[in-house]
């Protein structure tokens, strides 16, 4: 199987699930290639190829982050690849992360995936499904009231003090194109700043002002779906339990948050149940899920993670799982000789 990771840079690239994902696909003799959102290359009346950075079969390769030191440093191998003689392309790149000097950056991944998944070649995530799913806080709002907290979009900072009036004076507010947790504030009615907040964020765009969940207190839970199923291995589940750092209430592990595990509870269960029947037709293969108790707080389709702080918890590396599942995909497809469209082809067990 030749399959290419699209990151935000090569350069850039920290040692996290996709660099796990990279390294088990290589362990189990696949063409494994690394590109950034840069290195599409298009010209008319010949076909789309892309400028890749890979890891030689002879290297000596142990860990994950061995992999990425050895993918980053002079080392790594060059390649222009016709995008035709991929099998698979795993778009990984995280929109939110790029700056301002990257605005260019944000929707190149999808895009040129879109063209990719044209020409035959097998893209996961579905290219058109994260299209309709780019800013995935609005995909989110798409799914049932029911297992979702109560929240308004809006640029409107009057709207947003109605909103803190009508919850009892506190709320979160966060960008609605934003990752890691940054610019996300609990608001209650304690702060002074609120105005300030509300310009800094509405500046930035839309934000997001959603109900406060106090169990939200004790951290909230990132739960791997594959195929609309949590990902299992060994009895044991993709779910890990990210816990607030000391006078935080955010969880990401960006913002100081640490891990540990979880069951996989009857309110999880439920939600899964609602949720992944609308991922599996719109062709989601990796996703996460972000809940608090009985409500799912966010959903993550662009660049689910996570899996990297599995073995300080205790849970068994699943990158073989999740590239088991690719390879069956591929053989899916050369089974039924393209007969099958990509957004099914996505979510087949």
Not at 135 to 146: C, Q, R, T
Not at 203 to 229: C, T
Request: charged content about 30%; glycine content about 8%; overall charge negative.
């Amino acid at each position: 199987m030749k399959i290419c990771f699209v990151i935000n840079s090569v350069e850039t690239e920290t040692c996290g699930t996709t660099v796990y994902l990279m390294n088990e696909a290589r362990k189990r003799k696949h063409d494994v290639y690394a590109m950034g959102v840069g290195d599409f290359f298009f010209a008319q009346g010949k076909p789309l190829s892309i400028n890749s950075t890979y890891v030689s079969k002879n290297a000596e390769v142990g860990s994950p982050e061995e992999y990425l030191e050895i993918l980053q440093s002079d080392k790594a191998k060059k390649k222009r690849i016709i995008a035709t003689d991929l099998d698979v392309l795993f778009i990984r790149n995280n929109p939110t992360e790029e700056g301002s000097s990257r605005q260019w950056a944000e929707q190149s991944g999808v895009a040129f995936g879109r063209m990719m998944q044209q020409e035959g070649v097998l893209v996961l995530n579905d290219a058109y499904a994260l299209s309709n799913a780019f800013i995935d806080k609005l995909y989110f709002e798409e799914l049932p009231e029911s297992i979702k907290p109560n929240s308004i979009i809006t640029r409107e900072k009057e709207e947003v003090l109605k909103f803190f009036e009508d919850h009892k004076k506190k709320m979160v507010l966060k960008p609605l194109e934003g990752s890691g947790g940054r610019d996300v504030y609990l608001i209650d009615k304690n702060e002074k700043n609120l105005n300030q907040i509300i310009e800094n964020l509405s500046a930035q765009g839309y934000i997001i002002a959603q109900e406060y969940l106090p169990a939200a207190k004790d951290g909230d839970v990132r739960v791997l779906l594959m195929n609309g199923r949590v990902m299992e291995k060994d009895g044991k589940y993709g779910i890990i339990r990210r816990l607030t750092g000391e006078g935080e209430f955010r969880s990401n592990f960006a913002q100081g948050g640490t891990g540990d595990t979880s069951p996989l509870t009857d309110d999880m269960k439920k939600i899964i149940e609602i949720t992944a029947p609308k991922l599996i037709r719109d062709g989601l293969f990796f996703v996460g899920l972000d809940i608090v108790k009985n409500k799912l707080i966010e959903i993550n389709v662009l660049s689910p993670g996570g899996m990297d702080h599995f073995k300080d918890i205790g849970l068994p590396d699943f990158s073989d799982t999740v590239i088991e599942a690719i390879e069956r995909k591929v053989e899916y497809k050369k089974l039924y000789k393209g007969k099958i469209a990509n957004h099914v082809l996505a979510t087949m067990v």
